[in-house]
T-cell receptor
Framework: DAKTTQPPSMDCAEGRAANLPCNHS???????VYWYRQIHSQGPQYIIH???NNETNEMASLIITEDRKSSTLILPHATLRDTAVYYC????????????FGGGTRVLVKP | DAGVTQSPTHLIKTRGQHVTLRCSPI?????VSWYQQVLGQGPQFIFQ???????GRGNFPDRFSARQFPNYSSELNVNALLLGDSALYLC???????????FGPGTRLTVL
C-alpha cells in the first residue's frame, strides 16, 4: 500500500471550513484514498473515500488532484465535535488489503 | 441497524494469561479485520478474515490467533500475555474483504 503524508496538527475555527491535506505520491491506479477520524479512545469512524473523482457526502468532501498524488478532505462547517485525529489512507480494493494508519492530523476546532 | 459490536469493553489480565476478544460484524458483512492500537499510535493491522478464511495477517507473533464463525462473528485470541500487549483492540467489518471497513468501539486490554 502507498504511503501517505499528513501535517501532524492543525487548528480550525468553529463554523469555518477545515481543509486537511494529504500527499500520496506513490499511489497506484487501483488504490483508493480513504479518510477516517478517531475521537479520543473511540474506534475510527469512516468519513469518505474516492478513486479519481471528487466525492461528497453528509460529512465531508474529498478533492483528489488529477494526477492523484494528493487529496484534500474538506469539513465544510467545523464544529467542536469535529476535534479528532484524521487519517488519510491509501488502500487497494482486493480482499486482504489492510488499512495502514500513519500518524494522522490532529485537528483542534476552537470556539 | 446495529454497528460493529465488541466485547468486553474493558479487560484486565496479568502477564502470562490468555485472553479472548469477541466481535460481531454489521449484519450482512462477511469480513472481519482486527487491529491493535497502542497508546499514542495509529491502529496496526493484525488479521483479516473473509468467509471464515484468513485473508491477511500483519506482523504479529504466533501468540496472536483468530477465527471466524459461520455467523461471521470473530474471536481474537492472545496467549502468554506481555505488558506490551496492553492496547485498544479494534474490530472492523466490511461486506467483502475489499470493501469499506467500519470499526467497532474497541476492547481496552490492560496487562499488569
Amino acid at each position: 500500500d502507498a504511503k501517505t503524508t499528513q501535517p501532524p496538527s492543525m487548528d480550525c475555527a468553529e463554523g469555518r471550513a477545515a481543509n486537511l491535506p494529504c500527499n500520496h505520491s506513490t499511489i497506484s491506479g487501483n488504490e483508493y484514498v480513504y479518510w477516517y477520524r478517531q475521537i479520543h479512545s473511540q474506534g475510527p469512524q469512516y468519513i469518505i473515500h474516492g478513486l479519481k473523482n471528487n466525492e461528497t457526502n453528509e460529512m465531508a468532501s474529498l478533492i483528489i488532484t488529477e494526477d492523484r498524488k494528493s487529496s484534500t478532505l474538506i469539513l465544510p462547517h467545523a464544529t467542536l465535535r469535529d476535534t479528532a485525529v484524521y487519517y488519510c489512507i491509501v488502500r487497494g480494493g482486493a480482499a486482504g488489503n489492510k488499512l495502514t494508519f500513519g500518524g494522522g492530523t490532529r485537528v483542534l476546532v476552537k470556539p | 441497524d446495529a454497528g460493529v459490536t465488541q466485547s468486553p469493553t474493558h479487560l484486565i489480565k496479568t502477564r502470562g494469561q490468555h485472553v479472548t476478544l469477541r466481535c460481531s460484524p454489521i449484519s450482512g458483512h462477511k469480513s472481519v479485520s482486527w487491529y491493535q492500537q497502542v497508546l499514542g499510535q495509529g491502529p496496526q493491522f493484525i488479521f483479516q478474515y473473509y468467509e471464515k478464511e484468513e485473508r491477511g495477517r500483519g506482523n504479529f507473533p504466533d501468540r496472536f490467533s483468530a477465527r471466524q464463525f459461520p455467523n461471521y462473528s470473530s474471536e481474537l485470541n492472545v496467549n502468554a500475555l506481555l505488558l506490551g500487549d496492553s492496547a485498544l483492540y479494534l474490530c472492523a467489518s466490511s461486506g467483502t474483504g475489499g470493501d469499506t471497513q467500519y470499526f467497532g468501539p474497541g476492547t481496552r486490554l490492560t496487562v499488569l
